[in-house]
């Protein structure tokens, strides 16, 4: 169509043209010009029309197009309305579908959790369980050996029991042969007495001529002297304790009467207090009996009373009461003289002589040690003050050390003695029937202040073991620290107004248990054989 509309603009330029007359031209020229340009006019309307022909057919096509198109995006729009409706319909039900496998994913995603929560569970209950076995094997294991151990000691137990039935049947049997030894004693004494025979040179190895002060003299105290004597039958060595009731001076005669039977009281009281008293921390109290000796005997002179308990002591002496006197000349008549005897346990040595040796050898005192002898001083004390008994004289001197009952008399040599301290001498005793006044009515005041007097005697011992070393009383030296720890502990801070031993023994173990000691308060001191005084060390010596 633009190539029709050009030619027909140039048909008509050339016929404006051709209608003048150019010049220098004909008119039969322009004629055939105007001709010819007819003629393309003609031609170029021909194909103008025929291309605006063309123009519509195309025209029609393109509307008949258009109309098809828009036909065809109509159905697509609907289409499309009706795929996006399923779409949509789709997406919610997919929506649906997501919601309903998120709630499922969430339900086991919690049985997943809980899944695993239980088998956390049973895995710390399978280790549990592991462990309760490994536990269980290890108790069966341990069950195993304390059922061996079990046996073991069932086994040595009854291996004890066997050692301990024999022990017991022997020391039975020594108990009866004692008991026999004693009683054969008794008898003999008796008809001794009963003869008017003298019962001292006839049961034992020596007469009372035959004594040697400087060799069978254990020692000289304030109410007798103490000799070794060993019996004729057994060869057993005791301990012979000589009393002589003290004669009264130049007083009237009843006057005089009436001391010299208070003296003699007084030893029968003690015979009695003994007789009595059976425990391992007094001294073993065998036998005793009465008889007439001449008065002119120089052994048998009573001794006087010492002035103090402070004196040192002699050496060998391990007498009932040790503490040496100053003698002095004794009256003595020819007529006789009434002798009370005492036959008792022979200990090795007193408190204060194994003070002096300790110090002498150089030996460290420990302060276990200490409080073992002071626990068996307190239950001895304890047992007399039980049975209203005060014993009256208590010091160093009457403090003796004497064998365990569960050890040989006569140990291997070189072997230390396990010896206890003991007391000894209650001839300073006061009993709830010597307590009576003239009236006849107890004096339960006079008798707790004879109790009182023990302790404040057995506080004085506590001091002096617990002193340091001096001139005066060169006793064993224990640290100054361990010295306070124990008379800190035994008696506190204040005075007890009413002192009691089983109250310094409760004491005693608290500190026991404080320093954590291993060793028990009541086992026996071990004693060297070669601290012991020549008097007696051959007996205790002997194989």
């Known amino acids: 169509a633009p190539l029709a509309v050009t030619r027909i603009e140039q048909g008509a330029g050339l016929s404006q043209h051709t209608g003048s007359h150019p010049p220098g031209g004909t008119s039969t020229e322009h004629t055939q010009l105007s001709r010819e340009a007819v003629a393309s006019n003609h031609a170029v309307l021909k194909e103008v029309l025929a291309a605006v022909a063309r123009m519509e057919r195309g025209s029609r096509e393109r509307d008949e197009l258009i109309i098809e198109l828009t036909t065809e995006k109509n159905k697509l729009s609907q289409r499309l309305v009706e795929k996006d409706a399923d779409i949509a319909k789709l997406m919610k039900d997919h929506e649906q579908q997501y919601q309903s496998l998120h709630t499922k994913v969430q339900k086991l995603e919690a049985e997943i959790q809980r899944i695993s929560e239980e088998e956390d569970r049973l895995r710390r209950r399978l280790t549990e369980k592991d462990e309760t076995i490994e536990t269980l094997e290890e108790t069966a294991r341990r069950k195993d050996e304390l059922v061996q151990e079990l046996e ?3 086994r040595r137990k009854d291996e004890l029991l066997q050692d301990l039935e024999k022990k017991l049947r022997a020391e ?10 004693m009683q054969d004693l008794k008898e003999q004494v008796k008809k001794l007495l009963a003869n008017g025979e003298p019962v001292f040179g006839t049961i034992f190895r020596k007469s009372l001529a035959d004594v040697i002060p400087g060799n069978d003299l254990l020692g000289r ?3 007798g002297t103490v000799y070794k004597a060993e019996l004729k039958t057994t060869q057993t060595v005791y301990a012979v304790k000589v009393i002589v009731p003290r004669k009264a001076g130049n007083i009237q005669e009843e006057m005089k009467a009436s001391e010299e ?23 073993a109290y065998n036998l005793s009996w009465s008889e007439g000796v001449p008065g002119d005997n120089p052994l048998f002179s009573a001794p006087k009373s010492p002035s103090t308990h402070d004196s040192k002591i002699e050496e060998g002496s391990v007498s009932v009461s040790d503490q040496p006197t100053t003698t002095a000349t004794q009256e ?3 007529s006789p003289r009434k002798v009370y005897f005492m036959v008792m346990e022979l200990c090795p040595m007193s408190l204060a002589h194994w003070c002096e040796k300790t110090r002498e050898s150089g030996r460290q005192v420990t302060m276990l040690v200490i409080m073992r002898l002071l626990h068996h001083v307190l239950k ?11 014993h009256g004289d208590i010091h160093l001197w009457n403090i003796l050390l004497g064998c365990d009952d569960g050890q040989d008399k006569r140990p291997p040599p070189g072997h230390p003695l396990k010896c206890r301290a003991k007391l ?5 005793l006061s009993s709830a029937c010597a307590a009576e006044d003239a009236s006849g009515q107890n004096t339960t005041a006079r008798q707790q202040e004879s109790l009182k007097k023990d302790m404040e005697a057995f506080r004085a011992v506590v001091e002096t073991l617990c002193r340091e070393e001096c001139e005066e009383l060169p006793l064993p030296v224990l640290k100054s620290a361990d010295a306070k720890k124990i008379k800190e502990a035994v008696f506190g801070e204040r005075l007890d107004k009413e002192p009691k031993a089983s109250t310094y023994m409760t004491r005693l173990e608290e500190l026991r248990n404080k320093e954590e000691l291993d060793l028990g308060l009541q086992t026996p001191v071990e004693i060297p054989v070669e601290m012991l005084p020549p008097t007696v060390k051959s007996i205790f010596s002997k194989q």
């Open 332 to 334: 003595r008549s020819s």
């Open 261 to 283: 039977r208070k003296a003699e009281m007084k030893v029968l009281d003690e015979m009695k207090a003994l007789e009595e008293l059976n425990s391992d921390y007094i001294v």
């Open 221 to 223: 105290g304030n109410y």
């Open 424 to 428: 000894c001498d209650f001839g300073g």
């Open 380 to 390: 001895g004390l304890d047992f007399i003050h039980n049975r209203k008994i005060n």
């Open 152 to 154: 073991e000691t069932v």
């Open 172 to 181: 039975k049997l020594a108990a009866s042969e004692k008991d026999e030894e």
